[in-house]
């Protein structure tokens, strides 16, 4: 089972960029589907990408073109990099671990878009 810590969170202006990292220890890490999620003051938590153990990517309709998400199996970390920020992105940014029968959430990373 593996647990994840989130990183790379803060403070950038509309149309900057940030990277999130994900750091996952345990066992497996290459068996795990990994996401990145979002949630925003008064808001559910939403998907934003996710990748397979084979690394196909999914994205919302929202990041689609400006965020990628990436993973290092050897390093046991996933990546988001987010481009061409907009204020609307601001939320609490959290990584997932999952297989069929176990799903594992990070304490979440902060990232807030303004001027």
């Known amino acids: 089972q593996v647990q994840v810590v989130e990183s790379g969170g803060g403070l950038v202006q509309p149309g900057g960029s940030l990277r999130l990292s994900c750091a996952a220890s345990g066992s497996f890490f290459s068996l795990y589907t990994m996401g990145w999620y979002r949630q925003a003051p008064g808001k559910q938590r939403e998907l934003v990408a996710t990748?397979?153990?084979?690394?196909?990517?999914t994205y919302a309709d929202s990041v689609k073109g400006r965020f990628t998400i990436s993973r290092d199996n050897a390093k046991k970390t996933i990546y988001l990099q987010m481009n061409s920020l907009k204020p609307e992105y601001t939320a609490v940014y959290y990584c997932?671990?999952?297989?069929?029968?176990?799903?594992?959430w990070g304490q979440g990373t902060q990232v807030t878009v303004s001027s």
């Open positions: 997932n671990a999952r297989t069929p029968i176990y799903d594992s």
């Open positions: 990748i397979t153990t084979d690394s196909i990517t």
